[in-house]
């Protein structure tokens, strides 16, 4: 049978063209399929968020050859500081601090915003013969064969590939038409996302306080600039937002503090209705499922698009080490292997997550107090704090070669 190419990939949000790419330079050819028109999704105002990539994700994005383009627009982050706190008073004097310094890779991680990412990843995939982007066109059915599968356009048009990888997001058709069935809840939190410009320097620190209402996220930006990720719930969220932006800066204050100076909006302002959407299985019959399709966790460490990024590293290293064992890509037996790999990591990350925003969203006393002793016992104990910035910097476990920024 004539494929029209090696992989097809449902989804060009993210993790959708991270995939081509690490893909197509390890000689496969890749048609991705995106229902958003691409120009519509570069536009400056069509996503607010900015992303706390791990530095294992900037190791990726190196390996691919974009980190040279992206560099001037990331800001490092160069300490992490969380606390707990109320609404009415702010952040409360426990605070857990993790500085860069103590790993010795340099930063930990950087800020780097939406339009500048999805905007590289469509340069990168334009200037790549070996990727086909279809956008403005959804997929809309798939049929899986011995040697390879279909997939029909909703323009009609009927592509063939040997393996089909859902990036569709957390309500992925792809994953749902290959009979994968999914666990998930929403928080009933919705983050109010927004750029802010500040008085003083933020000098590379991105803050986590944890409100009883839902986790505020401070995460630098270059120049005096924070991005927020406000999470209230749904309704207080719909009610901040529909505030003019001089009252939603006046919302916004108590729980900001002023150690920033002044603040002020620097840009549009976004919500994001938050929940979890875990994928039973990562693999079908000739289908695999990366990014949000396999797992949409709670942004509360910002770690949704790391974990991502680490199945498109894993799933490359294991199609391109099957590819030139001679092996059929779209095998059970190669795509086990990814789910090997990934599965165990994404879902127990997912519901950690989960339970850290279930901890600490509420205000009893009772946790309240057990959360400063042990956000205390972590601070005073050296190792303790090293294990978890390697873990926030996506050091740990057993690392695929694109994120440790080498070639496969
Ligand atoms: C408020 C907020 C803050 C966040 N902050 C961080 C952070 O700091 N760090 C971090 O690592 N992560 C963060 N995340 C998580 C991150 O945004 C997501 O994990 C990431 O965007 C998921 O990318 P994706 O490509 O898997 O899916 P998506 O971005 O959802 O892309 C899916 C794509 O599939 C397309 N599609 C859907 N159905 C079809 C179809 N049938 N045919 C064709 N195309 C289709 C859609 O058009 C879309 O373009 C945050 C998330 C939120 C909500």
Same mark, same amino acid.
């Given at each position: 049978?004539?494929? =029209?190419?090696?992989?097809?990939?449902? &989804?060009?949000?993210?993790?959708?063209?991270?995939?081509?790419?690490?893909?197509?330079?390890? &000689?496969?050819?890749?048609?991705?399929?995106?229902?958003?028109?691409?120009?519509?999704?570069?536009?400056?105002?069509?996503?607010?968020?900015?992303?706390?990539?791990?530095?294992?994700?900037?190791?990726?994005?190196?390996?691919?050859?974009?980190?040279?383009?992206?560099?001037?627009?990331?800001?490092?982050?160069?300490?992490?500081?969380?606390?707990?706190?109320?609404?009415?008073?702010?952040?409360?004097?426990?605070?857990?601090?993790? =500085?860069?310094?103590?790993?010795?890779?340099?930063?930990?991680?950087?800020?780097?915003?939406?339009?500048?990412?999805?905007?590289?990843?469509?340069?990168?995939?334009?200037?790549?013969?070996?990727?086909?982007?279809?956008? &403005?066109?959804?997929?809309?059915?798939?049929?899986?064969? *011995?040697? &390879?599968?279909?997939?029909?356009?909703?323009?009609?048009?009927?592509?063939?590939?040997?393996?089909?990888?859902?990036? =569709?997001?957390?309500?992925?058709?792809?994953?749902?038409?290959?009979?994968?069935?999914?666990?998930?809840?929403?928080?009933?939190?919705?983050?109010?996302?927004?750029?802010?410009?500040?008085?003083?320097?933020?000098?590379?620190?991105?803050?986590?306080?944890?409100?009883?209402?839902?986790?505020?996220?401070?995460?630098?930006?270059?120049?005096?600039?924070?991005?927020?990720?406000?999470?209230?719930?749904?309704?207080?969220?719909?009610?901040?937002?529909?505030?003019?932006?001089?009252?939603?800066?006046?919302?916004?204050?108590?729980?900001?503090?002023?150690?920033?100076?002044?603040?002020?909006?620097?840009?549009?302002?976004?919500?994001?209705?938050?929940?979890?959407?875990? *994928?039973?299985?990562?693999?079908?019959?000739?289908?695999?499922?990366?990014?949000?399709?396999?797992?949409?966790?709670?942004?509360?460490?910002?770690?949704?698009?790391?974990?991502?990024?680490?199945?498109?590293?894993?799933?490359?290293?294991?199609?391109?080490? *099957?590819?030139?064992?001679?092996? =059929?890509?779209?095998?059970?037996?190669?795509?086990?292997?990814?789910?090997?790999?990934?599965?165990?990591?994404?879902?127990?990350? *997912?519901?950690?997550?989960?339970?850290?925003?279930?901890?600490?969203?509420?205000?009893?006393?009772?946790?309240?107090?057990?959360?400063?002793?042990?956000?205390?016992?972590?601070?005073?104990?050296?190792?303790?704090?090293?294990?978890?910035?390697?873990?926030?910097?996506?050091?740990?476990?057993?690392?695929?070669?694109?994120?440790?920024?080498?070639?496969?």
């Amino acid at each position: 049978m004539t494929q =029209d190419a090696d992989i097809l990939i449902a &989804g060009g949000g993210l993790n959708g063209p991270a995939l081509a790419l690490a893909l197509a330079r390890n &000689g496969f050819s890749v048609t991705v399929v995106d229902g958003r028109p691409a120009p519509q999704r570069a536009e400056p105002g069509f996503d607010g968020r900015a992303y706390a990539l791990a530095l294992a994700s900037q190791r990726l994005l190196a390996a691919l050859g974009l980190w040279d383009g992206l560099a001037p627009r990331a800001q490092p982050i160069l300490r992490v500081v969380t606390s707990d706190g109320t609404t009415a008073t702010g952040p409360s004097p426990f605070v857990l601090a993790f =500085d860069h310094a103590e790993i010795e890779e340099g930063p930990m991680g950087y800020l780097l915003e939406d339009r500048f990412l999805y905007a590289a990843f469509l340069a990168a995939m334009e200037a790549e013969p070996r990727i086909r982007l279809i956008s &403005g066109a959804t997929v809309e059915a798939q049929e899986v064969g *011995a040697s &390879g599968v279909t997939i029909t356009l909703s323009t009609g048009a009927h592509l063939s590939g040997r393996l089909l990888v859902g990036c =569709d997001g957390r309500q992925s058709g792809t994953a749902r038409r290959a009979g994968i069935r999914r666990t998930g809840w929403g928080y009933g939190q919705t983050a109010l996302v927004a750029a802010i410009e500040h008085e003083r320097p933020h000098e590379g620190t991105a803050w986590q306080y944890f409100l009883p209402s839902g986790p505020l996220a401070i995460l630098p930006l270059p120049g005096n600039r924070s991005s927020i990720v406000w999470s209230e719930s749904d309704a207080a969220a719909a009610e901040i937002q529909r505030l003019p932006d001089a009252d939603y800066l006046t919302a916004l204050r108590p729980r900001f503090g002023d150690f920033l100076g002044a603040i002020s909006l620097a840009g549009e302002r976004f919500t994001y209705p938050l929940s979890l959407s875990l *994928a039973h299985s990562f693999v079908a019959p000739r289908v695999a499922l990366v990014g949000d399709a396999a797992h949409g966790v709670h942004p509360i460490a910002g770690q949704g698009l790391n974990l991502g990024l680490r199945d498109v590293a894993a799933l490359a290293e294991v199609l391109t080490l *099957a590819a030139r064992r001679g092996e =059929d890509v779209g095998s059970p037996l190669v795509l086990d292997r990814y789910q090997q790999w990934r599965r165990f990591d994404a879902t127990a990350l *997912a519901l950690g997550m989960d339970m850290v925003n279930s901890l600490f969203s509420n205000d009893n006393p009772i946790l309240r107090a057990g959360r400063d002793l042990g956000m205390g016992i972590v601070n005073a104990v050296p190792g303790l704090r090293r294990g978890f910035i390697r873990q926030a910097a996506g050091l740990t476990g057993d690392l695929p070669r694109l994120l440790q920024g080498r070639p496969i």
